[in-house]
């Protein structure tokens, strides 16, 4: 875990001083307006991201904090490696108060607080691929049988493949042998070593494990196989990866510096997506994945800002597919309307 802290703070300007001792009292009274207007209070929001596409989105947003260019709120960077070091963080008083974390995680989150954590914005959509070091899987049905190594066990990757499989006929119990790994690493260091083998894994590990190995092919898109799935529904969802959440009691004590970071996170990620390059030498610098790889990853990572109606639209009906396969998976029950800000 690397901790990036960037802290700036705002200071008061007084609006005018007093001449002397003759200034009559409407001076004063204006005076002290002005001054009470000028008056910003900074805001000290400790912000947590995952590595991969959340953490690649907020690189710039990063990179401004850190060089002073912004001066509105006290912004403090942590990017850890599995996400249960977010869930303990963000439960505790002390802990983050803003984290991009996996889109079931948020409801888990929400419900096991009483509706203490709100979402957002939505900052990644599917970026789940089967990759396999040789040539086997070309479809859905040629997994039956195989062993997969995957990490996220209880998060956004299980459930999804848990729902692809099993919409293609596959039992994910007894028709496949998953082997959970704490760290999406771990899996790409056993798809490396065993040949044939195939594994669940997001971007940019893919392009990580493919230049590591001209062996190493995407086997499928598991975002064009959800919408395979999806189709057909009256509704149709999207497939969703990460969300923004944030403590309801900081968005209640602090609303403008709340949409103060969705502004400079939504920047962020247009910089990111536009900017590729500049945006790749950011990610290598605070060391998320190489710059390398990020330059062949960001087009594939669907690194997105959606926030508001459409957040809502899209996130619930990721959720209600979730709800349908398990309600554990989301928390035990679907969130009530109160998880979902607008500003």
């Excluded at 002390?94 to 607080?113: C, H, M, R």
């Excluded at 039956?144 to 066990?153: E, N, P, Q, R, V």
């Excluded at 260091?189 to 995407?218: H, Y």
């Excluded at 196989?225 to 497939?239: I, R, T």
Aim: glycine residues 6%; aromatic residues 6%.
């Amino acid at each position: 875990m690397k901790k990036l802290t960037a802290i700036f703070c705002a200071f008061a300007i007084t609006a005018g001083l007093m001449a002397g001792c003759g200034t009559n009292t409407d001076d004063n009274t204006n005076n002290n307006t002005s001054a009470d207007k000028s008056q910003v209070q900074a805001v000290d929001l400790d912000i947590a991201a995952l590595k991969g596409p959340t953490a690649m989105g907020l690189v710039q947003f990063m990179d401004n904090a850190e060089q002073g260019k912004l001066t509105d709120n006290n912004y403090n960077f942590t990017i850890v490696a599995a996400a249960d070091e977010i869930t303990a963080q963000i439960n505790s008083e002390d802990g983050f108060d803003i984290a991009a974390v996996p889109a079931n995680l948020a409801s888990v989150l929400y419900n096991n607080t009483q509706g203490n954590i709100d979402v957002i914005a939505i900052n990644t959509l599917g970026v789940l691929y089967i990759v396999e070091n040789g040539e086997n899987i070309s479809s859905v049905e040629d997994m039956k049988g195989k062993t997969i190594y995957a990490s996220g066990k209880g998060l956004t990757p299980e459930y999804t493949l848990n729902y692809i499989l099993s919409e293609n006929g596959i039992d994910p119990v007894t028709d496949v042998t998953i082997e959970w790994k704490s760290e999406h690493s771990e899996c790409l260091s056993a798809l490396m070593a065993n040949e044939n083998a195939i594994a669940l894994l997001p971007q940019p590990f893919v392009t990580t494990a493919q230049t590591k190995s001209d062996k190493i092919r995407v086997a499928l898109d598991l975002n064009e196989e959800w919408d395979k799935l999806q189709a057909d529904k009256e509704n149709p969802s999207s497939l969703i990866t990460g969300v923004v959440v944030a403590k309801k009691s900081v968005i209640d004590e602090n609303p403008e510096a709340i949409s103060a970071f969705l502004d400079h996170y939504k920047q962020s990620v247009d910089f990111t997506n536009e900017n590729i390059e500049e945006a790749a030498k950011l990610v290598g610098k605070f060391d998320i994945v190489p710059e390398e790889v990020a330059v062949k990853a960001i087009p594939e990572c669907n690194i997105t800002f959606i926030e508001g109606d459409e957040m809502k639209e899209k996130l619930s009906g990721y959720l209600e597919v979730l709800n349908e396969q398990n309600p554990k998976t989301i928390g035990g029950k679907m969130p009530a309307d109160d998880f979902y800000y607008s500003r």
